[in-house]
């Protein structure tokens, strides 16, 4: 992670998040929102990957005939694009420690999810994310990330020491 200094003497990352001297987030930073299209393709997908077969994840015209207006994602795809969301931000060698996640209004092809987190807790080299995830028609997910995020000095170029 390419860590600059700025006026205020806080070292930031690339994105300009504030960071500690060793390189870990600060409670109260925000994570940059990441915008997911939401295609039946990511949809069939996620749930295959993950050996849902639930037919509500594949076939728009049984969905239909149970009450929903489509097919829809998965609780295990939203698991993993929170992680994704979670390490795409503190770097490749954070570490997911427990995600726990509640679901809320479904995620339809054609609408767009936007993820949001904010740290909420650190203990040591540990931190408490809380994230949420909203789409056209309301909160998707809720739900808060513990990872371990290594300080910068122990990494090196051949990975951590």
């Known amino acids: 992670m390419e860590s600059v200094r700025s006026g205020d003497g806080l070292a930031r990352t ?3 998040l504030p960071r500690t ?11 940059p929102p990441l915008e997911i299209e ?17 037919d509500v994840h594949h076939d728009a015209e049984l969905a239909r005939q149970k009450g929903s207006p489509d097919i829809f ?3 295990l795809t939203t698991n993993g694009l929170v992680g994704r969301y979670i ?12 995600v726990a996640i509640r679901l809320g209004a479904p995620n339809y092809p054609g609408d767009t ?23 056209g028609i309301g ?4 739900g808060t990330v513990t990872v371990r995020v290594p300080a910068t000095d ?8």
């Open 21 to 31: 001297d060793d390189g870990r987030p600060r409670t109260g930073d925000r994570l």
């Open 14 to 16: 690339g994105n300009g």
């Open 38 to 54: 939401i295609t039946r393709t990511l949809i069939v997908a996620g749930a295959i990957a993950s050996r849902d077969y639930q």
């Open 113 to 135: 999810m936007v993820l949001t987190g904010q740290v909420e807790a650190l203990d040591g080299d540990t931190a408490t994310v809380r994230v949420v995830g909203d789409n």
């Open 73 to 75: 994602m998965n609780i």
């Open 87 to 98: 390490t795409d931000h503190f770097g490749p060698m954070a570490v997911l420690r427990k």
């Open 154 to 161: 122990t990494v090196s170029a051949g990975g951590a020491q």
């Open 139 to 142: 909160r998707h997910v809720t």
